[in-house]
């Protein structure tokens, strides 16, 4: 034991919670690799739709971990579905069939048309599939190409940063992998111009999500749909980001498309989802169409062509099974919905009263931005992009957001969250705006 002469002497201990954020600072810095930029924010644990930093510090989650935490945090029915799937079987490979697996597919086929279903486990897997659908169904006639959208954003792997039309997730990793161009987005004659004879699909996201929350256009989509039936080619959309109910419907092109004369019918050749789909739990897939072009595209790929040893593991299927089950049984699309407009009208009202600091509102259902001014007086002296900034000082006001290029702030919130929260959300918001402005 220490005299208590000695004891007097010692400085009463700083709160151990940050001792707590500096250890965690320091394991990152020496043993993980700095791949990120991160915020100086580390969390200990999350309920519903807050998360709690390791200072006790409570914030509102408006970006569900970039669109991936579709019923909130730790949330029991998907804690009681991990617990309950794992006490049976947690992984078995694909060398062996099991039920999870195809009743996922089945309801996965049942929010869209008639097709199949692979399983993979990240959003740039699922579209590596896409790339390699796109290549057998060109294959015998010499074409591979995929055209690809300026601003895109697709994922980080070789044919990922290939894919994606934006230079800085390029540099450095050239040569890249042959065989995507980009064409602008929301650009049909662009994209007819852009055609060539080794051309063989279109891949487009339904909403640009990092490219900063542009939507489709109806006329883009019918469009290239008319175009690729043309031309003999594959459509094909990237809904990791936008799909899973995220714009109000199952899929955003079905959103967007609602209720537009000749757009009845409309569906993809090919469909890549994931964030959304396993609440949090690593899940990705992709659906291909039963038939096109007189080919019978969801068999193209064929035994031993396509794999992956994790694809929808019988504990990942079980989870994105509840999280759907929940979606369905509690009418999230409608709140996505309803919620989402009353959200974005809301911005767009903070567009007309702080015009020098918010210049627009952008997006649907629970993919929002609002778009900050290029030069904002209040701001100024500060090196660090403004949506940076104001993602920062919405930190401080307690709310999580998603910064997209220099000038947006995304609202990715869980598909759950309910219009008391998303207006405790845009209260905190408004008050910021107000101090910068
Ligand atoms: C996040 C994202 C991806 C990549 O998904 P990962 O799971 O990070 O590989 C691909 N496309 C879009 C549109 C995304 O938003």
């Known amino acids: 034991m220490r005299p208590a002469k000695m004891r007097e002497i010692v400085p ?3 709160p151990i919670v940050h001792n707590q954020y500096a250890e965690v600072r320091e394991l990152f810095n020496r043993f993980v690799v700095p791949s990120y930029g991160r915020f100086e924010l580390a969390f200990s644990h999350g309920a519903g739709h807050y998360l709690w930093d390791l200072s006790g510090k409570r914030y509102l989650d408006l970006g569900s971990g970039i669109a991936v935490c579709a019923l909130g945090h730790a949330n029991p029915e998907i804690t009681e579905a991990l617990i309950e799937q794992s006490r049976k079987l947690v992984h078995i490979s694909n060398l062996y069939y099991h039920e999870p697996q195809g009743r996922l597919a089945q309801r996965i086929v049942g929010h869209l048309a008639p097709g199949k279903v692979f399983f993979s486990n990240s959003g740039a897997e699922a579209n590596e599939g896409l790339y390699k659908l796109a290549r057998k169904f060109g294959h015998d006639e010499g074409r591979y190409e995929v055209l690809t959208a300026i601003n895109s954003f697709h994922g980080r792997t070789l ?3 290939a894919a994606t039309g934006q230079d800085k997730v390029k540099k450095g990793f050239e ?9 602008p987005y929301n650009d049909l004659e ?5 055609i060539s004879p080794a051309t063989a699909a279109i891949l487009i996201e339904g909403i640009q999500g990092e490219g900063g929350i542009t939507p489709a256009t109806t006329e883009y989509l019918l469009g290239l749909r008319k175009l690729c039936d043309e031309k003999r080619l594959l459509l094909l959309i990237d809904g990791v980001q936008c799909g899973h109910f995220r714009s109000g419907k199952f899929q955003s092109f079905q959103r967007i498309l609602e ?11 090919g469909l890549s989802m994931a964030k959304s789909l ?3 739990f690593p899940i990705a897939a992709f659906w291909v169409r ?24 019988p504990l990942g299927c079980a989870v994105a099974l509840k999280v759907l089950d929940v979606v369905e049984r509690d009418r999230l699309a409608d709140n996505v919905r309803n919620t989402g407009d009353f959200l974005k009208t809301s911005l767009a009202g903070l567009a007309d009263r702080y015009p020098t600091v918010v210049k627009s509102a952008r997006g649907l259902g629970y993919m929002l931005g609002f778009e900050l001014q290029e030069n904002i007086p209040g701001l100024a002296g500060n090196s660090k992009p403004i949506s940076l900034q104001v993602v920062n000082r919405l930190h401080e006001a307690g709310v999580l957001t998603v910064p997209s290029g220099n000038q947006i702030v995304r609202l990715l919130p869980a598909l759950s969250l309910p219009r008391t929260l998303a207006e405790e959300g845009l209260s905190v918001i408004e008050s910021v705006v107000k101090s910068i402005a």
């Not at 040569?175 to 064409?183: D, K, L, N, W």
């Not at 662009?190 to 852009?194: G, T």
């Not at 038939?291 to 031993?304: I, M, Q, R, T």
């Open 290 to 313: 039963e038939e096109s072009h007189g080919v019978k595209l969801c068999d193209l790929l064929s035994p031993g062509t396509h794999a992956t040893t994790y694809g929808g593991t």
């Open 175 to 183: 040569p890249a992998v042959p065989g995507f161009r980009h064409i």
């Open 190 to 194: 662009a994209a007819r111009a852009a």
């Open 159 to 161: 044919a990922g940063i």
């Open 278 to 280: 396993g609440g949090g």
């Open 259 to 269: 209720g537009v004369p000749g757009a009845e019918g409309f569906l993809p050749d």
């Open 12 to 14: 009463p201990l700083p």
